[in-house]
């Protein structure tokens, strides 16, 4: 028994290193794709980033001053060699070196998609295994509305239904941003919750949190609807398996079965939805992040989009890819703890 | 289970109650203002966009501004100009100013953020200082350029455009220095950017005049806030004093509210349709009939609610070279539109597309749509089109567009607009040529004289009115929503100086 | 039947009647303009807008009637084409794993990692502005999600005693697949395919909010939506219509993908009959 466990956690680690350097392909193919859609698309960093009174000349100046008038094939060599040596240039719109610039944005977003993510799991999940356990009660249809209402509306207009009321009607929440200015110290880690929690400044974390509350709302609703219909019917469908009849009748209480026996395992599908929304969160918090000012790479991907930054927005790419990656890898090596029959 | 819930509901409770508490009162003036630009770079060189043309104008300083209350261009950092031959422009700067770190404040440090503005690898400036060949510093307080070829209109490109930075400090931490030292001239200081966020100035009371403005914000807080309704919403609930561009609609949410006012002001960004000459709209009978077609007074009192001024030239009240005699040529007639395109050609009607920004203009998609039905209502079979924002520009630019809705903004003196738009050479934008119209813009570029200079553009306007390559509508009056205790009066630019702000106790 | 099929199938029903029919039940032209007569509040009974009008003077009621038209048509389309291509390539990865599953899940992450929105602005500024352009933006990100759910559901399934009785008796890869682990995958899919129909309207209206959806002249859902944001305060009518529609409509092809689930389901079945 315990040998053959060793030998599945070779195959497993081994499966893992073959990810990991199946990455390297992954970056280059996308750094290509970006570099070719992005130059494809009308318009270049000169037309977006000088101001409209600029002339032609003034144009052709800069893209020669930025290296835009060499082809294509010439810049997308020049930016792999350089991103071999960790050097992934420097944004058009910010002046600043790309790496920098994601930096400084990242944690705002980690923030905020880790909030969203405990709204969502915290409200889902429990809503999720109630219904799937009484299929059709109350409980299930209050349940079912809810997440359904959750993902019908789109989370900009979700966004600004929330600022109205919560910074409108009720007056809790401020309408935008990350912090008021002149609450928290200088922040040293990027995490604001952290930062405050270690300067000991109690303002400043509940500052923070009035600030993360409705943007991660907004996108954590959207979410709850999936996670919680995932979790339902996967419920359900672990509910009509054999080991769970042969634990109830073994005299088990409901509730050991339901939270011991069915939810973990049905937690594969669970854990799949979350970690695509991970994803999503990442990158799709875009608009979320543009409508609530929040200093994220979700507002700096527009930025960069709309300006056509190469430089920045091949570097948020190839980011979310490593971002990406790594959560896929993470899910399969849960997979793989969580149910025993999983083999690679 | 009854248990867990009240505990539930306790701290829900207390957080409520926590977070419903006032906030604490402050000896020092705050006013935060909700703008709809973002600001993202350090680098004073680093942007174009209008706003932040402003903010650097009074942390770094610049050499003066347009004051629309005189109608005058005015010295800020210089005390006075002289133009000692068409190509020679002299500035005299003053004496009593002296960077935030004390050091004084001179000649060379205009020449270095001349230099800076044309060489900074990262620069998005050096279309203002296009006309310049060379700066170069007289004595410590004289700066001398000279321009390329006359251009009677240099102040609009350099006033409130190059910004002046200090150049010990560049010397000393090179680029280092936006991000670490950002010492400024001006009336206020910097003190905190978080780009796509905010950007926070301080009152500098050593900057002459500034004691005396006790009323002037000791601080001002620009906030990123995008959506409309986010905007008046903070205003109503004392996050922000000031909240920029307002959409008509939502001017009596503001005005209903005890603690808010609403101001307007007429901005001299230009509305226009531009019509490239090519077919159909090679014949100018289809671009009069365009103008003919669109009933302008009908948009502006239903839509826009009166916010807005028709626009009968390119140009409008308190914009230079306006004529006030000027008369409308293009009142709105369908029958007029239907006839010109039988003239051209076209009796039975012929397909145009317009193309239009969404979200950048005031209300642009709906205008649009409405200008469309009316096109489609006077002989054009016309659709409506909405690229994304860097799309429609660069295929604008690259005059790849042969029919959209744009505006022109900081119009003051109109001449570099229409150079832009109109001349021959000027941009590929429209790709009009006149040769008419080129001799008198270039007339008007050599002419010094104000009342002379005033008429050759007039001339030049009103031949453009009439060949129409551009089909011109409205200039929108700009809401400003104010909290009550604000004393302000925005500027048609767009421009936010901490200065013209009066905070009543 | 099931209370669930009736009511799901009624709405999904009378929505595509609606959508097809539109032209029929539609008081008003949806693109008819009457400037003056902008932002009418809903007129209950009798009057000329039952439910109000927009900030051009246009018939919400019309508008929404064509609007369920191009809206149901998208979602449709997205979600068939998405699901289609999504399930296949998640089968067959999970299915066979190894080097198969490897490349798959190598252009899995690519498309995933790339964004969505750079995609939508460069396949519409491409081809242009359009419906059917914008349903191969949507789906050129959606089959993601369906691939990456049934790989890891077929990955499961693959070990499972059932599995591997069926092979050791000699049957081909393609006949497992086929009959024996789609079916299995049916319950996933559908709840997916479900949920997705409604972000592929919703992201119809995120793509207008960004200026990116279909051309004007084409009343959606989504458009009104977002072309509502700045009036939610002021006129609540614009809003909520188009919102309602949505929320309806997931909640009737939900309903009929549970129904249908329950329908197919071969173990709910077992356990029923007992």
């Not at chain 1, 930096?103 to 915290?122: D, G």
């Not at chain 1, 002149?182 to 922040?187: D, F, L, Q």
């Not at chain 3, 024996?180 to 919703?202: D, Y």
């Not at chain 3, 997931?250 to 009959?273: E, H, S, Y």
Request: proline content about 6%.
């Amino acid at each position: 028994m315990q040998r053959r466990r060793g030998t599945k956690g070779d195959i497993i680690a081994v499966y893992l290193l073959q990810r990991l350097f199946g990455t390297v392909p992954v970056l280059l193919l996308i750094a290509l794709l970006v570099f070719v859609l992005l130059h494809a698309a009308p318009g270049d960093p000169t037309t977006m980033l000088l101001g409209q009174e600029t002339t032609a000349a003034d144009l052709a100046e800069a893209k020669r001053r930025w290296g835009l008038d060499q082809p294509v094939h010439v810049q997308y060599v020049k930016f792999v060699l350089a991103a071999a040596t960790g050097d992934l240039g420097r944004s058009f719109r910010f002046s600043a070196p790309v790496k920098e610039v994601i930096a400084e944005r990242l944690p705002a977003t980690i923030e905020l998609a880790a909030f969203s993510i405990l709204i969502a799991v915290l409200c889902a999940i429990p809503l999720g295994v109630c219904a799937g356990a009484r299929p059709n009660s109350w409980i299930d249809n209050v349940g079912t509305s809810f997440g359904l209402f959750g993902i019908s509306m789109p989370n900009f207009w979700l966004g600004i239904m929330l600022i109205l009321l919560f910074a409108g009607t009720f007056h809790v929440a401020p309408s935008a941003g990350r912090s008021t200015y002149g609450i928290a110290g200088p922040s040293q880690t990027g995490f604001y919750f952290l930062d405050s929690v270690m300067q000991r400044n109690w303002a400043a974390l509940k500052d923070a949190f009035l600030h993360v509350l409705m943007p991660a709302l907004a996108l954590g609703v959207n979410m709850i609807g999936i996670l919680m219909r995932v979790t339902r019917s996967s419920v359900l469908e672990t509910a009509t398996e054999e080991y769970v009849v042969t634990a109830r009748a073994k005299g088990l209480a409901e509730r050991i079965v339901l939270w011991r026996h069915i939810l973990s395992n049905a937690l594969i599908p669970i854990i799949t939805v979350v970690g695509l929304e991970l994803g999503t969160l990442l990158s799709g918090s875009i608009i979320v992040e543009t409508v609530f000012a929040w200093p994220g790479v979700g507002s700096l991907l527009i930025t960069g989009v709309t300006s056509r930054d190469y430089p920045l927005v091949t570097g948020l790419v190839l980011m979310y890819t490593v971002a990406f990656v790594t959560i896929n890898l993470i899910i399969d090596a849960l997979y793989a703890f969580i149910d025993p029959r999983i083999r690679y | 289970m009854n248990r867990r819930q009240k505990l539930l509901l306790a701290g829900l409770t207390a957080l409520l109650l926590i977070t419903a508490q006032a906030r604490p009162a402050e000896a020092q003036t705050r006013v935060s203002i909700g703008v709809t630009e973002t600001m993202e770079t350090y680098n004073p060189y680093g942007d174009s966009v209008s706003l932040l043309y402003g903010i650097w104008c009074q942390v770094m300083g610049c050499l003066g501004t347009y004051d629309f209350d005189k109608g005058d261009y005015v010295g800020m950092l210089a005390e006075r100009w002289e133009v000692k031959d068409p190509n020679t422009w002299i500035f005299y700067l003053r004496k009593d100013i002296r960077w935030h770190d004390g050091s004084p404040f001179t000649a060379d440090d205009v020449v270095h953020s001349f230099n800076r503005a044309r060489n900074d690898p990262q620069s998005k400036q050096t279309q203002n200082i296009a006309p310049i060949a060379s700066a170069a510093a007289v004595d410590k307080y004289t700066v001398r350029f000279t321009t390329k070829q006359p251009t009677a209109p240099l102040l609009e490109y350099l006033f409130d455009r190059l910004i002046i930075t200090n150049k010990a400090v560049y010397e000393k931490y090179g680029t280092e220095a936006d991000r670490k030292y950002p010492i400024g001239a001006g009336p206020y200081k910097f003190k905190e950017l978080v780009p796509g966020q905010r950007f926070v100035i301080a009152k500098n009371p050593d900057y002459p005049g500034m004691k005396q403005l006790t009323q002037a914000p000791d601080e001002l807080i620009f906030r990123v806030m995008r959506e409309d309704e986010q905007r008046v919403t903070a205003l109503l609930n004392g996050e922000i004093q000031i909240a920029q561009f307002i959409p008509p609609h939502l001017r009596k949410r503001v005005e209903s509210d005890p603690n808010a006012k609403a101001t307007t002001v007429d901005s001299v960004e230009i509305m226009f349709l531009a019509m490239q000459p090519k077919p159909p709209f090679d014949k100018k009978e289809v671009r009069q009939a365009v103008c003919h077609a669109i009933d302008r007074d009908r948009i502006i009192t239903t839509l826009l609610q009166g916010l807005a001024a028709r626009l009968d030239g390119p140009i409008g009240p308190g914009q230079y070279g306006y004529d006030p005699n000027l008369k409308p040529k293009y009142d709105y007639s369908p029958d007029k539109a239907r006839k010109l395109l039988a003239q051209a050609g076209y009796p039975n009607g012929v397909d145009v597309e317009l193309q239009t920004t969404v979200g950048r203009y005031t209300l642009d998609k709906q205008l649009n749509e409405a200008i469309v039905q009316m096109l489609n209502g006077a002989g054009f079979r016309a659709k409506l089109l909405t690229p994304e924002w860097a799309t429609l520009w660069s295929n604008v630019q690259a005059g790849k567009t042969p029919f959209y809705y744009m505006g022109r903004g900081s119009i003051v003196d109109p001449s570099v607009a229409l150079s832009q738009y109109f001349e021959t050479g000027g941009s590929p934008r429209i790709g009009y040529s006149n040769p008419k119209f080129d001799k008198l813009l270039a007339t008007e570029r050599q002419t010094f004289e104000p009342a002379k200079r005033r008429k050759v553009l007039a001339e030049a306007m009103s031949l453009l009115t009439d060949d129409a390559p551009a089909c011109f509508l409205w200039r929108h009056k700009m809401i400003y929503g104010m909290a009550k205790n604000i004393d302000y009066k925005p500027t048609p630019s767009g421009r936010i100086f901490g200065e013209d702000i009066r905070v009543l106790r | 039947m099931q209370p669930k099929f009736v009511v799901g199938a009624s709405i999904v029903c009378v929505l595509t009647v609606v959508g097809v029919l539109s032209p029929w039940l539609a008081p008003y032209d949806p693109g008819k303009q009457t400037l003056e007569a902008a932002l009418k509040a809903p007129q209950w009974f009798g009057g000329a807008h039952f439910l109000g009008t927009d900030s051009l003077g246009r018939d919400i009621l019309s508008r929404v009637i064509y609007g369920a038209r191009v809206s149901l048509l998208v979602a449709f389309a997205v979600v068939l084409i998405s699901g289609f291509v999504g399930i296949s390539l998640g089968a067959v990865s999970g299915y066979f794993g190894g080097r198969v599953d490897f490349t798959i899940q190598k252009l899995v992450e690519v498309v995933w990692a790339f964004p969505a929105l750079l995609l939508a602005i460069t396949i519409l500024a491409f081809l242009g502005q359009g419906l059917f352009n914008l349903i191969m933006a949507l789906v050129a990100q959606r089959w993601i999600q369906y691939c990456r759910v049934v790989r890891g559901q077929a990955l499961a399934l693959r070990g499972r005693d059932f599995v591997t009785a069926t092979r050791a008796l000699g049957a081909s890869d393609q006949r497992i697949i086929r009959r024996h682990i789609l079916p299995n995958l049916i319950q996933i899919s559908l709840v997916i395919g479900t949920f997705s129909m409604a972000s592929a309207i919703i992201s119809e209206a995120s793509l207008s909010f960004l200026g990116l959806g279909v051309p004007p002249e084409i009343p959606t859902w989504g458009t009104m939506l977002a072309d509502s944001r700045s009036y939610i305060s002021t006129a609540w009518w614009l809003a909520l219509f188009p919102g309602l529609c949505i929320f309806l409509t997931v909640l009737g092809i939900n309903l009929l993908g549970d129904a249908i689930r329950d329908l197919l389901d071969p173990r709910l079945k077992r356990t029923v009959k007992g």
